[in-house]
Antibody
Framework: EAQLVESGGGLVKPGGSLRLSCEVS????????MAWVRQAPGKGLEWVSS????????YYSDSMKGRISTSRDNAENSLFLHVDSLTDADTAVYYC????????????WGQGTLVTVSS | EIVLTQSPVTLSLSPGERATLTCKAS???????LAWYQQRAGQAPRLLIY???RRASGIPDRFSGSGSGTDFSLTISRLEPEDFAVYYC?????????FGPGTKVEIK
């Protein structure tokens, strides 16, 4: 069964940084574009970043560009998101998502990891 | 930058009724690039429709999508209890992904 499991969330102080991970199983990870999507408490979905299957191309939302970096390790079936200069506006559940092959949609999602930015 | 708006914000219906949700893009987009997701309370989103009208794997046929240009819609032909949730449309040109603000379908 295809599965995405995020980790690395928790309580972080304003100004701090964090690294989220997404461990993948049940499908050929290296064949798929992957993405991060976040959701602030009680709010809608916000795309954060995407990375192509080989890691060559990386795309970032304008709202977070300059503070984030996404990477992947295809040998370890893992996706990563590094976020710097955290503010309370970054408090959200961060989801890892798989890009549908051939279509610009996300066909598989993890359960998310909660990041809380607070002093 | 494409902006998506969804209406209504909230749709109050009874089980068995038909639901029609709309998604409007700020400029014309290819229907290949429009998707719909369902998010039940406390759960991760789930892909329902991609390419404007193609049902994702395992999605019941009571869900259908249509539209072109700037106007798209998601129809649920007969609401089941598990369909009461928030629905998001999403556009992407494979370099930027944008979600609409969502429509909540609630039990009347």
């Amino acid at each position: 069964e295809a599965q995405l499991v995020e980790s690395g969330g928790g309580l972080v102080k304003p100004g701090g940084s964090l690294r989220l991970s997404c461990e993948v199983s049940g499908f050929i990870f290296r064949s798929f574009t992957m993405a991060w999507v976040r959701q602030a408490p009680g709010k809608g979905l916000e795309w954060v970043s995407s990375i192509t299957s080989g890691g060559t191309y990386k795309y970032y939302s304008d709202s977070m560009k300059g503070r984030i970096s996404t990477s992947r390790d295809n040998a370890e079936n893992s996706l990563f998101l590094h976020v710097d200069s955290l503010t309370d506006a970054d408090t959200a559940v961060y989801y890892c998502a798989r890009g549908d092959s051939g279509w610009p949609a996300f066909d598989l999602w993890g359960q998310g990891t909660l990041v809380t930015v607070s002093s | 930058e494409i902006v998506l708006t969804q209406s209504p914000v909230t749709l109050s219906l009874s089980p068995g009724e038909r639901a029609t949700l709309t998604c409007k893009a700020s400029q014309s987009v290819s229907s290949d690039y429009l998707a719909w997701y369902q998010q039940r309370a406390g759960q991760a989103p789930r892909l329902l429709i991609y390419g404007s009208s193609r049902r994702a794997s395992g999605i019941p046929d009571r869900f259908s999508g249509s539209g072109s240009g700037t106007d798209f819609s998601l129809t649920i032909s007969r609401l089941e209890p598990e369909d009461f949730a928030v629905y998001y449309c999403q556009f992407s040109d494979n370099s930027v992904w944008t979600f609409g603000p969502g429509t909540k379908v609630e039990i009347k």
